[in-house]
T-cell receptor, first 115, second 109 residues
Framework: DTGVSQNPRHKITKRGQNVTFRCDPI?????LYWYRQTLGQGPEFLTY????????KSRLLSDRFSAERPKGSFSTLEIQRTEQGDSAMYLC?????????????FGSGTRLTVV | GIQVEQSPPDLILQEGANSTLRCNFS?????LQWFHQNPWGQLINLFY???GTKQNGRLSATTVATERYSLLYISSSQTTDSGVYFC???????????FGPGTRLSVLP
């Protein structure tokens, strides 16, 4: 297992289009997290899953955003009707609770540019 | 929610120099992590340090939870240390990190 995998690495889209990102966590990690990082800032929490259940959503996650984790494996994050303000790096992380916080592992992210 | 401040915002060092990065947080925390984000965007765990001191090679970290700050020390810096260093306590529910704004470090050869 090579870690948390995110695809695509880069996405350029026109304003108003829909985009979907994928995250494949480390296989035994049952918790999966999405964060958003805008230029020059630290990452901000969006949502997290335990297995297939979405347990928490940040108020940053507007109704244009939806995340799923069918079967508790990979996760997708969809943004509908993209806006220029959605341009950011979208980071996925996973962990196995028994490892503690030190087991939190981030992927390399998907960089979204909305033009 | 927890507020996190980091200083300095930017730091330029000559290779071989030492540095201290500081993180202040607004509330008591039970968990705190230091991360390094490399120039390619990858976030790497450095230390889980809710209190006390830990060392790993040229890096060490100290958290004084009662005074609500944490320090990251980098000794004999190398160009590969360049990137952004984030301090991130867990939120009050213990699941999600609250990241500070980061310290951008550039180590020159």
């Amino acid at each position: 297992d090579t870690g948390v995998s995110q695809n695509p690495r880069h996405k350029i889209t026109k304003r108003g289009q829909n985009v979907t990102f994928r995250c494949d966590p480390i296989s035994e990690h049952n918790r999966l997290y999405w964060y958003r990082q805008t230029l020059g800032q630290g990452p901000e929490f969006l949502t997290y899953f335990q297995n297939e259940a979405q347990l928490e959503k940040s108020r940053l996650l507007s109704d244009r955003f939806s995340a799923e984790r069918p079967k508790g494996s990979f996760s997708t994050l969809e943004i509908q009707r993209t806006e220029q303000g959605d341009s950011a790096m979208y980071l996925c992380a996973s962990r196995f609770p028994g490892q503690g916080i030190g087991g939190y592992t981030f992927g390399s992210g998907t960089r979204l540019t909305v033009v | 929610g927890i507020q996190v401040e980091q200083s300095p915002p930017d730091l330029i060092l000559q290779e071989g120099a030492n540095s201290t990065l500081r993180c202040n947080f607004s509330d008591s925390v039970n968990n705190l992590q230091w991360f390094h984000q490399n120039p390619w965007g990858q976030l790497i765990n450095l230390f889980y340090i809710p209190s006390g001191t830990k060392q790993n090679g040229r890096l060490s970290a100290t958290t004084v939870a009662t005074e609500r700050y944490s320090l990251l020390y980098i000794s004999s810096s190398q160009t590969t240390d360049s990137g952004v260093y984030f301090c991130a306590p867990l939120d009050n529910y213990g699941q999600n990190f609250v990241f500070g704004p980061g310290t951008r470090l550039s180590v020159l050869p």
